[in-house]
């Protein structure tokens, strides 16, 4: 090796970071916003690979435990490679192949993260603990490399594959740490207010939303416009979080309101706001908006188990009904306790 080999490896390097740039922004940031929202949530974060990747996977535990760049509380993340009476016991007594799965099976509980690091995809051990994951619930970011391997069409859904256009298994781990040093970046901005306060409960879409779900069912799904929020909403809204673990409010947006005829000036309140003050209730788990004129979109994407509508709502005629009877689930029309209604509201207090 002379100079011009180390000087090409370091092109090589650089080369393989800006093609990675086309591709891997955007879903790395995605993953960031996951991660994070899953921390924010109380979940935590194990993490596996072989050889270079298994420092990666204490690489990045490292991290989220201590710190990065800036001053921020410690993380839950655990590297599942270091504990070799761990690593020994189960190779020795089941297989080699086993000794992440069975890990993930002993700490993983619903909601948490793997990030499972391989370059070629086609690690046995890290297969099958993505495999334990997903059983379990957990949510998997992959960085891999090469073609995927076997490792990529496992991947389900909700789950990031952070793919590394090389073919070199050194470069493609050059990558993973940028990767991981990103990842770390976004969560310094999110954390490094010292706090350590529990994630939003107001979503902007059900993208982000989704990967809180794993471990809160059953899942009740309730929808409405809530301009002035009234004593029958409330109780309408407990009513609902009782008949499950989990309460998802879907929000009619400003332009859905106006599209529901109940006059020019309303929604009285922003939809920002009436998801503010929906959030703001102990009953609520989630707020998120949709712009349709009904919440089918909404109801598809979370498959909830219980479907609830307020006041006077015949159950035939909710919208989602027949899908949510269809997976076994319930559609409940919970009257209002207290019937108030916002537009009468609205009225008497425009009557003086
Ligand atoms: O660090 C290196 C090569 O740079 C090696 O230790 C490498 O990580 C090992 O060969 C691994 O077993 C490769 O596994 P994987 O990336 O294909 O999952
Ligand atoms: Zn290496």
Redesign the pocket.
């Known amino acids: 090796m002379n100079l011009e080999d180390v000087q090409a490896a370091f092109v090589d390097s650089a080369a393989v970071k800006t093609r990675a740039l086309a591709t891997l922004a955007e879903p790395t940031l995605r993953a960031a916003q996951m991660l994070a929202a899953r921390l924010r949530d109380g979940r935590q974060v194990l993490a596996c690979?072989?050889?270079?990747?298994?420092?990666d996977a204490q690489h990045l535990a490292s991290e989220l435990v201590n710190r990065f760049e800036r001053e921020r509380i410690g993380l839950p993340g655990i590297a599942l490679t270091p504990d070799s009476s761990v690593l020994t016991a189960i190779a020795n007594d089941y297989a080699y192949e086993r000794v992440f799965a069975r890990q993930v099976e002993a700490l993983g509980r619903p909601g948490d993260v793997l990030v499972a690091?391989?370059?070629?995809?086609?690690?046995r051990n890290?297969l099958e603990a993505v495999r334990s994951a997903q059983a379990r619930g957990l949510w998997v970011l992959a960085l891999t490399?090469k073609d995927g391997?076997a490792l990529a069409p496992l991947l389900r859904g909700g789950d990031i594959e952070l793919r590394v256009p090389a073919t070199s298994?050194?470069r493609?781990?050059e990558v993973h740490l940028l990767l991981i040093h990103t990842l770390c970046t976004y969560l310094d901005s999110v954390f490094a207010d010292g706090s350590n306060k529990p994630a939003s409960k107001v979503h902007a879409d059900v993208v982000t939303l989704q990967p809180l779900l794993p471990g809160r069912r059953p899942l009740v799904f309730t929808n409405g416009v809530f301009d002035l929020l009234h004593r029958g909403h409330v109780h309408y809204l407990q009513a609902a979080r009782g008949e499950g673990a989990c309460l998802v409010v879907g929000v009619n947006s400003d332009a859905s309101v106006r599209r529901l005829g109940k006059g020019d000036d309303r929604p009285l309140n922003t939809l920002e706001d009436r998801m503010a003050v929906l959030a703001g209730l102990g009953a609520v788990d989630y707020v998120l908006p949709f712009a349709e004129d009904t919440p089918l979109r909404l109801i598809e994407a979370l498959q909830p188990d219980v479907l609830v509508k307020g006041g006077d709502w015949a159950p035939d005629a909710i919208v989602g009904a027949d899908g949510v009877r269809a997976r076994g689930g319930r559609v409940l029309s919970i009257p209002f306790a207290h019937p108030l209604s916002t537009t009468a509201l609205v009225q008497r207090i425009r009557n003086g």
């Open positions: 690979g072989n050889g270079g990747s298994s420092g690091f391989t370059t070629s995809g086609n690690s890290v490399g391997g298994t050194a493609i781990q």
